[in-house]
């Protein structure tokens, strides 16, 4: 591993926690439990780290077709590679939209803050 590139850490037990916690304040919601103040932020940023998730799948199918559309050899490579190439606009875009959602919304308490890190933290 080069010095510029650093080791992409492993958010999926941080990711299961969040959507533990979001799910009981949910629930708590409908049996007036106690309340978990930051349920939205913190499912949210579960999201968050689903949408990178999901950009980071589709720059790799785009990754593995030719670098432009005239490159293309057969009119299903090109169909192939205006599909993959759409599929990660669209996912960045609604990951974009998620951040900016994130960004919105104030932390209340140590795990919606936790959350709005993790959000950060897989951002970059």
Known sequence: MSATQR????????????RAIAIASTDALLTEGPVQLDHKLID?????????????????????????????????????????????????????AMLRAAAKIKAATAAGIFAKALAVRSSK
Do not use: W
Not at 7 to 18: T, V
Not at 77 to 84: I, P, Q, R, S
């Open 44 to 96: 949210l940023c579960a999201e968050i780290a689903h949408g990178r998730e999901m950009v980071e799948a589709a720059a790799q199918r785009e990754r593995e077709l030719p670098l432009a559309a005239f490159m293309c050899k057969t009119p299903a490579e090109t169909v192939a590679f205006e599909k993959a190439r759409e599929g990660r606009r669209g996912a960045g875009k609604n990951y974009s």
């Open 7 to 18: 080791a992409k850490p492993d958010f999926g037990p941080a990711i299961d926690r969040l």
